[in-house]
């Protein structure tokens, strides 16, 4: 047991005392202080010390006991350490990773309604929330927190509200939640934080464009103006602007690596082969938009020197090379396009020399 405090003992000086102890690494000093203060009963430092005794005991470990401190704060319902004890409590269950314990330590930071915790308490409830599949009171917590005007926390809840509305298909209230996040941002001071709104703010009329194209494919029968525009426009993009985008992120030493890894995001599982010869012209035509022109040129090649191949196979010459030419003759089998190209050389064989298609 600490000893008790004499009559005299100022505990606001106490409290002043305990912090500076803290403050150089006297832990166990201050919390002893701390205790004394609390040990005269209801003065007005008794939140305050309640407080930083939660905030001692914390730091060295002692979990339970800092938590304890924190409800000491909370009950004494003080405007200011009241809310701070309780969003201290709040980050000690969130750190252990237990929200059902955090979200009543959350809600207390709220019904203090001090405006400097709301923020944090609003976006933590609304995720905690989210995870349990409440989506209304998500919802009620996100707006909340946008609507303090917080430029930190604000922003994230936008983007967190905007996401499950995009995701239940809502892409025009998306658009209006990340505009209001938007209004939250200093773009230079943060420009990363305005750059993931602005992404998502462009997502969400991506989505709404699709769907209105959608829309009018759906027409029975459908516009012979406007179908065939809304099908060039949903199924590729503007070939000479998307080049220039994916020059300039390739270029950017800072996001190239990851630019180029979404460029080639389609180009299927890595076998574990470097540096293929065909991949850097796949990825520039990917980049320019004129892949069907590259695969055009390749299949036409391949169909010339297929041919060359198959005519000296169907000579059916019995030597070693005659193997060897099956054997490449027979390369395509195993792709999706092998019968087209086999059936091509065929009918082409049997135009030229008017005899049966050869079974190759």
Same mark, same amino acid.
């Given at each position: 047991?600490?000893?008790?405090?004499? %009559?005299? *003992?100022?505990?606001?000086?106490?409290?002043?005392?305990?912090?500076?102890?803290?403050?150089?690494?006297?832990?166990?000093?201050?919390?002893?202080?701390?205790?004394?203060?609390?040990?005269?009963?209801?003065?007005?430092?008794?939140?305050?010390?309640?407080?930083?005794?939660? @905030?001692?005991?914390?730091?060295?470990?002692?979990?339970?006991?800092?938590?304890?401190?924190?409800?000491?704060?909370?009950?004494?319902?003080?405007?200011?350490?009241?809310?701070?004890?309780?969003?201290?409590? /709040?980050?000690?269950?969130?750190?252990?990773? %237990?929200?059902?314990?955090?979200? !009543?330590?959350?809600?207390?930071? @709220?019904?203090?309604?001090?405006?400097?915790?709301?923020?944090?308490?609003?976006?933590? &409830?609304?995720?905690?929330?989210?995870?349990?599949?409440?989506?209304?009171?998500?919802?009620?917590?996100?707006?909340?927190?946008?609507?303090?005007?917080?430029?930190?926390?604000?922003?994230?809840?936008?983007?967190?509200?905007?996401?499950?509305?995009?995701?239940?298909?809502?892409?025009?209230?998306?658009?209006?939640?990340?505009?209001?996040?938007?209004?939250?941002?200093?773009?230079?001071?943060?420009?990363?934080?305005?750059?993931?709104?602005?992404?998502?703010?462009?997502? *969400?009329?991506?989505?709404? /464009?699709?769907?209105?194209?959608?829309?009018?494919?759906?027409?029975? !029968? !459908?516009?012979?103006?406007?179908?065939?525009?809304?099908?060039?426009?949903? /199924?590729?993009?503007?070939?000479?602007?998307?080049?220039?985008?994916?020059?300039?992120?390739?270029?950017?030493?800072?996001?190239?690596?990851? @630019?180029?890894?979404?460029?080639?995001?389609?180009?299927?599982?890595?076998?574990?082969?470097?540096?293929?010869?065909?991949?850097?012209?796949?990825?520039?035509? @990917?980049?320019?938009?004129?892949?069907?022109?590259?695969?055009?040129?390749?299949?036409?090649?391949?169909?010339?020197?297929?041919?060359?191949?198959?005519?000296?196979?169907?000579?059916?010459?019995?030597?070693?090379?005659?193997?060897?030419?099956?054997?490449?003759?027979?390369?395509?089998?195993?792709?999706?396009?092998?019968?087209? &190209?086999?059936? *091509?050389?065929?009918?082409?064989?049997?135009?030229?020399?008017?005899?049966?298609?050869?079974?190759?």
């Amino acid at each position: 047991m600490s000893e008790l405090p004499d %009559e005299t *003992s100022d505990p606001a000086q106490m409290c002043e005392e305990a912090r500076d102890l803290a403050e150089n690494g006297e832990a166990g000093q201050a919390a002893m202080l701390f205790e004394k203060v609390l040990a005269m009963g209801g003065t007005p430092c008794r939140a305050q010390a309640a407080l930083g005794l939660a @905030v001692v005991l914390d730091d060295a470990g002692e979990v339970e006991r800092a938590r304890e401190a924190d409800k000491v704060a909370i009950a004494t319902a003080d405007p200011e350490y009241g809310p701070r004890a309780a969003y201290h409590l /709040a980050l000690t269950y969130e750190r252990a990773g %237990e929200p059902g314990a955090a979200a !009543p330590a959350w809600g207390a930071v @709220v019904d203090f309604g001090n405006p400097a915790y709301l923020p944090p308490a609003h976006l933590a &409830l609304a995720r905690i929330a989210d995870d349990d599949g409440d989506f209304d009171a998500a919802r009620d917590h996100w707006e909340a927190a946008i609507g303090t005007g917080d430029a930190e926390y604000g922003p994230l809840a936008a983007h967190d509200l905007a996401q499950r509305l995009l995701e239940s298909g809502d892409p025009a209230r998306a658009q209006r939640i990340l505009a209001a996040g938007l209004r939250l941002i200093d773009r230079d001071a943060a420009p990363h934080a305005y750059a993931r709104l602005a992404v998502a703010l462009g997502i *969400s009329y991506l989505d709404q /464009a699709i769907g209105a194209f959608g829309a009018a494919l759906a027409e029975e !029968p !459908p516009d012979p103006g406007a179908g065939p525009l809304a099908t060039g426009l949903l /199924a590729r993009p503007r070939s000479g602007e998307a080049g220039e985008v994916w020059r300039r992120g390739l270029a950017d030493p800072g996001i190239a690596p990851q @630019v180029r890894a979404r460029l080639r995001r389609d180009f299927g599982e890595d076998d574990g082969d470097d540096g293929l010869w065909w991949e850097p012209v796949v990825e520039q035509a @990917v980049s320019d938009g004129t892949l069907p022109a590259l695969t055009g040129e390749a299949f036409g090649a391949l169909d010339h020197m297929y041919a060359l191949l198959a005519v000296r196979y169907a000579e059916g010459r019995a030597d070693e090379a005659h193997e060897v030419l099956g054997g490449a003759v027979r390369v395509p089998d195993g792709y999706p396009w092998g019968p087209l &190209l086999h059936e *091509s050389f065929a009918e082409r064989l049997r135009l030229a020399m008017g005899a049966p298609r050869p079974e190759l």
